[in-house]
């Protein structure tokens, strides 16, 4: 391994996962949760929703921006996505 590639696996391993989760998994969680409730275990579905606000909630999708911000496509997806 060169110098460059330990350097770019190191730099790697500590981005924080859930930085790494994108918006569409976390409406794929509620799509399982949802799933779940129809199903004959329905309360896996509790178990799915705590993991995907969990992760909402550390990636600070439930934040506010500051008051002169101006926000992209992507600002709102993930608020839509929250709340």
Sequence with gaps: M???QAMTF???RYVPL???ISI???IFGKLIAFYF???AVPQ??????G???RLALEKGLHR???HGYKANIVDETEKRAFW
Aim: with cysteine.
């Design 2 to 4: 060169t110098e460059h």
């Design 10 to 12: 190191s730099s790697l």
């Design 18 to 20: 859930v930085l790494l």
């Design 24 to 26: 569409s998994a976390h």
């Design 37 to 39: 409730i129809g199903t």
């Design 44 to 49: 896996t579905c509790w178990n799915v929703t």
């Design 51 to 53: 993991l995907g606000i």
């Design 64 to 66: 506010r921006k500051g």
